[in-house]
């Protein structure tokens, strides 16, 4: 049986967030999520980075990567979770901080990873 090829596996540039401006989103480094193909990945915007966890889900009939992360919001420890679905050419989603703010992102692809 072959292995159905994830889609999302790549770094993701954020070009858009409902909460922050670019110029936040790229203070320290460029804004992106990155997934990698063994369902972990990574992030940073702002000054917010962190470890992901996801899994692909069917969610109604619309597939989408599910995440959680943990890493750190202005060096205190943090957690959350969010989402993502494909569009034609990027994704876009919501980034949630456990008991804090959540925003609507999108990206665009910058980098794939072989899968």
């Known amino acids: ?13 954020i070009t858009e967030m409902e909460m922050w401006d670019q110029d936040y989103v790229d203070q320290i480094t460029e804004g992106h999520f990155t997934f990698e193909k063994d369902g ?8 917010t980075e962190g470890e992901i966890d996801y899994r692909i889900e069917k969610c109604d009939e619309l597939e989408r990567l599910e995440f959680t992360w943990e890493g750190r919001d202005e060096n205190d420890p943090d957690l959350g979770r969010g989402y993502v679905i494909l569009k034609e050419d990027f994704i ?23 899968s």
């Open 1 to 13: 049986m072959q292995e159905k090829i994830n889609p999302y596996i790549g770094k993701w540039r």
């Open 40 to 47: 972990l990945g990574y992030f940073q915007f702002g000054l």
């Open 92 to 114: 876009e989603g919501r980034f949630y901080s456990h008991m804090g703010d959540d925003s609507w992102f999108k990206a665009m692809r910058v980098k794939k990873i072989k």
